[in-house]
């Protein structure tokens, strides 16, 4: 009988402690920022009083200014072009694009055929399959376009225009040209660039000889 009072003592005491406050801030801990992360809302507004845009309050708020970390790249947006779009009437940037130089210097045999089958599907409509102009749009004017694109193949101003330029022109438009960020991801402007050059100079080279030929 005594036992059971024994028994019947301890689990009310047992009881009663756990139903105490457990204490939540201990005196000494190591590492508290694993132990407490400073998480924050994904869609909180950020003119909290968590959040700072002073880079000398880093430390006791956090770092928040809504953009990439420098020097970071998105997914998906290798080969940045850290050329901005001119503003109306303005050429500078436009004429700063030629000192870009093409990530791409040469094209597989693989790439090459990819390339093309790009030019064809957003370029060839206008500037031709064959690169002269004459596309579906012109039709050697007989199209329902009057003026006739650029000839990529066969003027010498396109055949001498920097690729950096080729590549502002295919990303922010040019002319009566609009521009291909929509249908194209810098990489593969890059390849259509590249694809441009090569047959450029591949023209160049089914000229030579006909050229000295007539010389001589």
């Known amino acids: 009988m005594k036992g059971i009072y024994i028994i019947l003592s301890f689990a009310f005491v047992t009881a009663t402690v756990s139903c105490n406050e457990v ?3 201990p005196s000494n801990i190591y590492m508290p920022d694993m132990a407490y992360s400073r998480a924050y809302e994904t869609y909180a507004d950020r003119d909290s009083s968590i959040f700072t845009a002073d880079e000398s309050e880093r430390g006791t708020k956090i770092f ?6 420098d020097g970071t790249v998105a997914r998906g947006e290798e080969m940045p072009f850290h050329i901005a779009k001119d503003a109306n009437g303005d050429t500078t940037n436009y004429h700063a694009s030629k000192m870009v130089v093409s ?19 957003n370029c060839g409509i206008c500037h031709g399959s064959n690169l002269d102009g004459n596309g579906p749009l012109y039709k050697g004017g007989d199209g ?6 650029a000839t990529l193949v066969g003027d010498v101003k396109y055949e001498t225009m920097p690729e950096g330029q080729m590549f502002y022109s295919v990303a922010y438009g040019k002319g009566q040209m609009g521009s291909y960020a929509s249908q194209l991801s810098r990489k593969q402007r ?6 441009i050059k090569h047959k450029q100079k591949e023209a160049k080279v089914d000229t030579a000889p006909a050229a000295v030929a007539k010389a001589n």
């Open 23 to 25: 204490k939540r801030k």
């Open 64 to 69: 928040y200014n809504n953009r990439p970390v």
């Open 103 to 121: 990530p791409i210097q040469s094209l597989s045999e693989t790439e090459l055929i990819e390339a093309e089958r790009l030019y064809l599907i």
């Open 144 to 149: 329902p376009y009057a003026a006739k694109p």
């Open 190 to 195: 890059w390849q259509v660039i590249a694809y």
